[in-house]
């Protein structure tokens, strides 16, 4: 089982404010991603990074940027935050080949940008 | 077209009772993966269970379960013996191959698992 970290838990800001979400894991995997879902919904992918240096855009657009230098950290960044950024973002790791590589996700950061 | 359909907005089972959580794919690649998930209502996503295109057995871990019929390509969860603690949303996902692909974790829309005393 992989150890994520996401900081912080909950969050409510106001408008055009920008934020960081952080993510952290302690066990060297190489591939992390960031998924959005609202309440009740499925997950879309919004970002997701191979390894230090290289990181892709998801199935779901998002206005949101990503930086992956460091293996452990993948931090997302919203420059404006809107009421329409308003979603559960869940951070998760991986190891190993697809598609079998299992994903481990962290506990989420609920955001509500009013 | 939808990858992965979850038929089932929401389920209830009598605790100690078994249920399965049905989940149906969509893929034309010979090489992928379907996982399940579990979502408690604190939001945390929860690993289950793993199985492959190619393994030729059901997977099976504790008291969850995974019915692979590649040819229906369905691959529901069965939930042995359930507990009040199961209550939660359980996600249905494929990643679909090529081995070194960037193909992304596609999830099904959940079913909602309620656990009667």
């Known amino acids: 089982e992989a150890d994520i970290y996401q900081t912080p838990r909950y969050l409510v800001i106001g408008t055009g404010k920008k934020i960081t979400l952080e993510c952290s894991q302690t066990m060297g995997h190489d591939k992390m991603y960031w998924y959005q879902q609202d309440p009740g919904m499925e997950l879309h992918l919004i970002h997701y990074s191979y390894g230090v240096n290289s990181t892709e855009k998801g199935d779901l657009s998002s206005e949101s940027t990503v930086s992956r230098i460091r293996t452990e950290h993948f931090p997302l960044t919203l420059e404006s935050a809107r009421p329409s950024h308003t979603s559960q973002y869940l951070c998760a790791s991986s190891t190993g080949t697809p598609p079998t590589d299992t994903q481990y996700f962290g506990p989420g950061t609920r955001l509500t940008v009013l | ?117």
């Open chain 2, 1 to 117: 077209a939808q990858k992965i359909t979850q038929t089932q907005p929401g389920m209830f089972v009598q605790e100690k009772e078994a249920v399965t959580l049905d989940c149906t794919y969509d893929t034309s690649d010979q090489s992928y993966g379907l996982f399940w998930y579990k979502q408690p209502s604190s939001g945390e996503m929860i690993f289950l269970i793993y199985q492959g295109s190619y393994d030729e057995q059901n997977a099976t871990e504790g008291r969850y379960s995974l019915n692979f019929q590649k040819a229906r390509k369905s691959a529901n969860l069965v939930i042995s013996a359930s507990q009040l603690g199961d209550s939660a949303m359980y996600f249905c996902a494929m990643r679909e191959g090529p081995w070194a692909g960037n193909t992304p974790l596609v999830f099904g829309k959940g079913t909602r698992l309620s656990v009667i005393a």
